[in-house]
């Protein structure tokens, strides 16, 4: 998985197509594509532009809109979680960091997408970079206290 963070304007994306997944956010995926991102149809082509050149998987982070994830076959816009947002310092790099948990635990690309933007979702409503990231322990008991409808058993995995 690669995060481009920041954002580069000479990354090789034959180096990109390398990688399983490849995680820009909206701004990120601008300047790699030099296409406009002001809409999601103008991100989702974009993003079709990546997978056109052989990246496999592009998961977009676009902030209170969700994430959206464009590969060969499939097209998918996960929707965010609605929160009281306190600080969004850190939150592509909890959303990324969460994904990458539960994909390796086994959970499908999409189901891991959801449970990524509901950990991003906790972390943006506390102050802080790594200090805002919940750990397994007390993560279902504030996505409950936020209304995130997440199930225990699959959070805590």
């Known amino acids: 998985m690669l995060n481009p963070a920041p954002a580069n304007d000479h990354i090789d994306i034959q180096h990109v197509a390398m990688c399983e997944f490849y995680s820009p956010n909206e701004t ?3 300047r790699l594509t030099k296409m406009p991102i002001d809409t999601i149809d103008q991100i989702k082509a ?4 990546l997978v056109d050149l052989g990246v496999k998987n592009v998961i977009v982070t676009i902030g209170s809109r969700g994430a959206l994830w464009v590969s060969k076959d499939h097209e998918e816009l996960i929707p965010s ?3 009281d947002a306190v600080d969004s310092i850190g939150a592509g790099d909890s959303f990324v960091g969460a994904f990458s948990h539960y994909y390796t635990q086994g959970e499908d690309i999409s189901t891991a997408l959801k449970h990524a933007n509901a950990y991003a979702a906790v972390t943006v409503t506390r102050a802080g970079s790594q200090t805002s990231y919940p750990t397994a322990k007390e993560l279902p008991a504030l996505q409950r206290k936020l209304g995130i409808d997440v199930t225990d058993e699959l959070v805590g995995a």
């Open 46 to 49: 974009a993003a079709h532009k």
């Open 81 to 83: 979680y609605k929160v």
């Open 28 to 30: 990120e995926l601008g």
